[in-house]
């Protein structure tokens, strides 16, 4: 089935909570995303890895030198081929190296089904790659968000998320997870466009805020 516009998406949530008007006006409709082809799902989340808890530029100068190690995209051989020594002189830490060591290793012996995910729910796609070391809910979402494109995924316990649902509902104590899950269960079926709106709304914020 055909999904809608993302500029209807966009009436629809304006409509559900006028406190999304400012956003919405400001940044237009959220972006329409296509699923990553099958065969860059494993270079997507070793990304994924390798950007976990590093600001942008850092994270960016480490994959560089991880893809000119490995080779461009990154494959399950090709990382296990390099090894830990030239993946640490790359500057990926001890726990990275483990994690993508072990995503590697589960893709090659079939534990890790990368190409079945397109056909398994948000819950099952979740529960498949939380099993891999070093990756949690926070990236199984943003996979699901970003990889395969999924359009109802809610990850409540996103920093920016919960900082931009804040900030558009008057700041003050900033929402938990869990009351933000039901917060958000009016938005069905649209709750990744509603994070996205987050995001921005969470930058809009930190821009207007006076240089100290």
Known sequence: MAREPQSVVAT????????????????????????????????????????QQLAGAAAAAI???????????????????????DLAACGVSGPKRRSLSDLAAKTLDGTVDLASLGRRTDDE????????????????????????????????GDFGVRAGW??????????????????????????????WYCWRALEDDRADRPAQ
């Not at 990756?135 to 996979?143: K, L, Q, V």
């Open 125 to 156: 796609v979740t529960a498949v790659l939380t099993s891999i070391r070093g990756i949690g809910p926070w990236t199984a979402h943003m996979f699901c968000i970003t990889a395969l494109a999924r359009p109802d995924v809610w990850p409540t």
């Open 12 to 51: 629809r949530l304006r409509r559900l909570d006028r406190a999304f008007s400012g956003v919405i006006s400001r940044h237009g409709p959220p972006p329409t995303r296509r699923p990553v082809p099958v065969a860059s799902r494993f270079s997507t989340l070793a990304m994924a890895i390798l950007h």
């Open 63 to 85: 994959h560089r030198r991880v893809l000119s190690c490995v080779g461009d995209p990154i494959t399950a051989s090709g990382l296990l081929a390099a090894g830990e020594d």
């Open 166 to 195: 804040t900030a558009l509902h008057g700041g003050g104590e900033m929402v938990t997870p869990n009351a933000l899950y039901d917060l958000g269960e009016r938005f069905r079926p649209h709750r990744s466009a509603v994070a």
